[in-house]
């Protein structure tokens, strides 16, 4: 059985950096193509950032591009996202993704492995 779990959430002034972490684990060995979701208060989950498998294809959203980096490390099924300059609009519950694939993947529904959430909350 695969699991995803995140780490790293927290509490954080606008500003301020925060880096998640993500790890897989499979019975298994397989590279994974890995993404960030984030679901805001009252709002639908939507995408923040993907990476294919081997971080040499990354796509990031408007929103985040220039201030969030995804980095990936296939052989260890592990992933992090370094958020800088954190505003306000950033708080959210933030999901890890992950699907066995070698392609870069923005679609919810382009993944099966999907993490409990971790909470970022940035003041302003």
């Known amino acids: 059985q695969v699991q995803v779990v995140e780490s790293g959430g927290g509490s954080v002034q606008a500003g301020d950096s925060l880096t998640l972490s993500c790890k897989v684990s499979a019975p298994f060995f397989s590279h994974y193509a890995m993404g960030w979701f984030r679901q805001a208060p009252g709002k639908e989950r939507e995408f923040v950032v993907a990476t294919n498998w081997n971080g040499q294809s990354t796509y990031y959203s408007d929103s985040v591009k220039g201030r969030f980096t995804i980095a990936i490390d296939s052989d260890k099924g592990t992933s992090k996202l370094q958020m800088n300059n954190l505003k306000p609009e950033d708080t959210a519950v933030y999901y890890c993704?992950?699907?066995?694939?070698?392609?870069?993947?923005?679609?919810?529904?382009?993944?099966?492995?999907w993490g409990q959430g971790t909470q970022v909350t940035v003041s302003s």
């Open positions: 993704a992950a699907e066995v694939a070698s392609t870069v993947m923005i679609k919810q529904s382009d993944y099966d492995y």
